[in-house]
């Protein structure tokens, strides 16, 4: 689930569309509060997406060690 990724490292950019403007990007670190807005758009029915195309269950995140 998307509230795995909380103090874990995006690999890539991810957007909702619309509007299409990064919501993470590669680098940073997922909080709590990016989780909350991204379920929240998610049930509002706004797309998530990444390079590698929609994200519906899991953010595109690597561990942090």
Known sequence: PIKE???RIAAEHLWAYPPGIP???AGEKVTEEI???LTEKQRQGVELHRKSGTCKEKLPIEVVV
Do not use: D, L, N, T
């Open 35 to 37: 989780v909350m807005y």
């Open 23 to 25: 919501i993470v990007v």
């Open 5 to 7: 990724g909380v103090g």
